[in-house]
């Protein structure tokens, strides 16, 4: 039996983890982000926080990520971590995925399931974001607005080298929807039925 998955990409300050959070409570099923890290760095035998550092982000082209032995050892060396994490992170997400019902975070998930999820995009307009991110990390908004234009620019760079695919595409996705618009508990109503109504 097939199972059913959501993914959800977002623009950084929409809410778009806290919403999966708060669906997957709604829903009693796993909810994978940063543990998706947590697995990769027992599987591979590499420190979490060194992983962490490289998440979601592409490489340099001129630099080799991390100033960690690690990367030097011979099965990494000829590889950025930021690449060593994208190939376990995508095996590990298609060995849940065969698994269990789920929601999964960002990390280019949809494009690695295809049609086996349901593809959610979380967006919001950028002062709306820019509002989000300074109450979150309690900073001025004047801070809070590079830091979103940097988390989105890295955001969409990792997601357009590794999948070939447009991050604002709203083509490659099955459900865009503007946080602005609704309550938290309106927008997790609205994903509840539409996993509910997943074949499976």
């Not at 990520?65 to 590889?79: K, S």
């Not at 593809?119 to 590079?146: G, N």
Request: charged fraction near 35%; glycine fraction near 6%.
């Amino acid at each position: 039996m097939s199972k059913r998955i959501i993914t959800i990409n977002r623009m950084y300050g929409s809410n778009g983890r806290r919403i999966g959070k708060a669906l997957s409570e709604e829903l009693g099923i796993h909810c994978y982000d940063k543990d998706l890290i947590r697995i990769a760095s027992e599987k591979e035998g590499l420190p979490y926080e060194e992983l962490l550092k490289v998440d979601e982000k592409r490489a340099s082209k001129w630099r080799y990520p991390l100033d960690e032995p690690a990367q030097m050892a011979p099965q990494y060396r000829l590889y950025p971590m930021n690449d060593v994490l994208f190939h376990a992170e995508s095996e590990i997400i298609r060995s849940i995925a065969g698994q269990e019902d789920c929601i999964i975070i960002g990390r280019c998930a949809g494009h690695i399931l295809g049609e086996q999820c349901l593809k959610v995009f979380i967006h919001a307009p950028f002062e709306y974001r820019v509002r989000t991110a300074a109450e979150r990390i309690e900073i001025p908004e004047s801070d809070a607005r590079a830091f979103v234009k940097k988390t989105d620019k890295e955001r969409r760079s990792y997601y357009e080298y590794f999948t070939d695919e447009k991050w604002l595409d709203m083509g490659a996705y099955d459900l865009c929807i503007d946080s602005s618009r609704f309550t938290e508990a309106q927008i997790v109503r609205m994903l509840r039925e539409a996993y509910e109504g997943m074949e499976v």
